[in-house]
């Protein structure tokens, strides 16, 4: 039994007078209500209403969960359901209910004075910065009224928290040294805001935090450190407070301009990048001329992905042969489960795949970065949801099972390859950037979106969406950002009628892979530098052989060599500081990515032209000219032709 504590001796007993408990837990010597006082009793909420189940459900009611006994659901009256004057309120709840309740009628639980359930704590701050994005969004949503409200759904609430440490299941070092430790980290968080605010005037304070967002701020970067690093946990932490004592404001502003476009990217928080301009000392017809020098040379490239030559047809016959008896049989390129592929759909019950639905990691697996003193051992862990490697199934659940084919000869029997033909019609760009998306379908990784700007200017050529061969299976819109949708609204192409620069709404759509590739010829010749990321994924997407390409990966090649290589978004922010594909779960945008690999080919003739400048190269009349050769006369002395 438990002990007495006293927590419900100034609660009105339920059943006084009628309590029979020797020793009950509630109040009992409550005096009752005086009949001829003025002053005006408090009208219940169930006597407020003729509807007595109106009342008790609704948000005025009790919160309980009444309680039906046998007696009253009978119909049979009883002693008990009296109650007694000196409750007061309940009397005359007890009589509305009997007078207007029919034969079945209301238990007298419901009519009891209750305690409600004890509420969570919601307790919540606004600061001043949430007050200002509010006002903010209600001036964007008056100023744009068909806008929807993302604003106003990314400001949230958070709930009051104390200077203690968070809870852990195993915490690197006792709660005494870790509230030590996050006290002295808020104290020099506590003072750099102090300053931030000394140093502002009028209403330039987006920087100044609230005493609830510095205590949270070093909350938040204790627990994270003692979650990643709890081996060196006091040193880390010891660090990051000499850190911020010898931390200069202007850095401070700059982490505070950081985390903030993390947390409210759309109040517009972001430090607006200045991107390196890229100037090549040549004009756009020297860069064309100058740009071949990159390209590269096909010899080898075939080892790693580069068709350069057409299967022959004894390859092809092969290769139909092994394909016919495989039935279908396929290697998922996500999860790696063996499944059937049904073209044209099964007979049976029209299914495109077996084996259900793909569960599956989207993201590549990765190893946590080194801290610093830590020589624990890092597991690969997958970065789309920080699981380790070899733990979970997958975090993405897919409708169908997908396959990629890399062979040349299977390529060939989906949809032949083609050499790139001679020109037909003058006027073509000196050089053509060009990007392909690709989906998942019944044939494989097929080509669905193809675009192609000129170089060096940059300006769109085409872009067009592609209707596959086979039935979509995944658009992969993560990645290619093309949606369903965008195959709905397309509209047949018209070369007659160009789509605008600045419309990304509705794009025109081709029939076929092939009919995308006839107009993509239309803007080549055998000679034209094809500039590209990854090129071999292209070309082979749109099976297209072309002598003359110029392919980052090639140009910015990995130090260990093919095949490994370098991402086009680490590329454009290394040597360009521009960031790129940043459209999240929306995907990329091919045009964009056609683009960010012709300025990095213009970089690259830029400081390529630069050198040959210090080594004696010239341009005279749109040629390149070489150095002129030092001449040695019979005296020894080496001297320039013009100087002779």
């Not at 049979?76 to 079945?104: C, F, W, Y």
């Not at 790696?336 to 599956?360: H, I, M, N």
């Not at 970089?603 to 032209?609: A, E, G, I, N």
């Amino acid at each position: 039994m438990f002990s007495y504590l006293g927590l419900f001796k100034k609660t009105p007993c339920p059943e006084h007078p009628h309590c029979s408990l020797n020793h009950c837990l509630f109040a009992h010597d409550h005096p009752p209500e005086s009949k001829d006082s003025d002053t005006p009793t408090r009208k219940s909420p169930l006597a407020d209403s003729l509807e007595p189940e109106d009342t008790i459900n609704g948000s005025d009611g009790p919160r309980k969960r009444r309680r039906i006994s046998a007696e009253v659901s009978n119909g049979i009256g009883s002693s008990r359901n009296t109650v007694s004057p000196a409750l007061g309120t309940p009397e005359r709840e007890a009589s509305v209910l009997q007078k207007n309740a029919p034969e079945d009628a209301l238990p007298r639980t419901a009519s009891k004075r209750i305690s409600p359930p004890p509420r969570r704590n919601t307790k919540v701050f606004s600061t001043k910065r949430v007050e200002r994005a509010e006002q903010w969004a209600a001036r964007s949503e008056s100023d744009h009224p068909s806008t929807p409200k993302k604003v106003a759904a990314q400001i949230t609430r958070l709930v009051e928290e104390s200077l203690n440490p968070r809870m852990l299941p195993n915490p690197p070092v006792s709660h005494p040294i870790r509230m030590k430790l996050v006290t002295m980290l808020h104290k020099e968080m506590t003072r750099l805001n102090g300053e931030v605010k000394s140093s502002l005037t009028g209403s330039k304070d987006v920087f100044v935090l609230t005493d609830q967002e510095l205590i949270r701020e070093a909350l938040d970067e204790e627990f994270q450190v003692a979650m990643k690093s709890p081996t060196v946990y006091q040193n880390v932490i010891k660090s990051r407070i000499m850190v911020l004592k010898k931390m200069k404001l202007e850095v401070w502003k700059e982490e505070r301009i950081k985390k903030m476009a993390q947390k409210q990217p759309a109040v517009g928080l972001q430090k607006p990048s200045t991107p390196k301009t890229i100037e090549t000392g040549l004009t756009p017809a020297e860069e064309v001329s100058f740009v071949s020098r990159l390209a590269a040379h096909q010899e080898g490239l075939s080892k790693h992905g580069y068709v350069t030559s057409m299967p022959t047809s004894t390859e092809l016959e092969a290769a139909k042969r092994g394909l016919e008896s495989s039935q279908g049989w396929e290697l998922c390129d996500r999860c790696k489960t063996r499944f059937q592929v049904f073209p044209g759909r099964r007979a049976e019950d029209g299914a495109l795949t077996s084996g259900g639905k793909c569960t599956y990691h989207w993201a590549k697996p990765r190893r946590p970065d080194m801290v610093k003193g830590d020589n624990k051992p890092r597991d690969l862990k997958y970065a789309c949801c920080d699981e380790l490697v070899g733990v979970s199934a997958g975090c993405t659940i897919a409708e169908f099972h997908v396959f990629k084919i890399s062979d040349p000869k299977r390529l060939a029997l989906v949809m032949p390859f083609k050499a790139t033909p001679s020109p037909n019609r003058p006027g073509l760009p000196g050089a053509v950037c060009f990007d392909c998306e690709m989906g998942y379908t019944t044939s494989g990784m097929e080509l669905i979106r193809l675009t192609a700007t000129a170089w060096p200017d940059g300006g769109e050529l085409l872009d067009v969406l592609v209707r596959p061969i086979g039935e979509i299976l995944d658009l992969n819109s993560r990645f290619s950002g093309v949606w369903p949708d965008d195959f709905a609204k397309a509209l047949p192409h018209n070369q007659d009628m160009p789509q605008a620069e600045d419309d990304h709404s509705v794009l025109q759509i081709v029939e076929s892979p092939s009919k995308a590739r006839e107009l993509l010829f239309g803007l080549l010749t055998p000679e034209t530098p094809l500039i590209g990321h990854a090129l071999e994924n292209d070309l082979n997407a749109t099976r297209i052989l072309h002598p003359v390409i110029i392919d980052t990966c090639l140009v910015y090649a990995h130090p260990r060599g093919l095949p490994l290589r370098y991402g086009l978004k680490f590329l454009m922010k290394k040597h360009l500081d521009q960031d790129i594909q940043m459209g999240g779960d929306q995907g990329h945008d091919s045009k964009e990515d056609a683009r960010a690999a012709g300025d990095l080919v213009r970089l690259r003739v830029s400081k390529m032209w630069e050198q040959m400048k210090i080594e004696g190269w010239t341009m005279r009349n749109g040629i390149f000219c070489p150095p002129l050769p030092l001449t040695a006369p019979p005296d020894g002395k080496q001297t320039l032709p013009e100087q002779r």
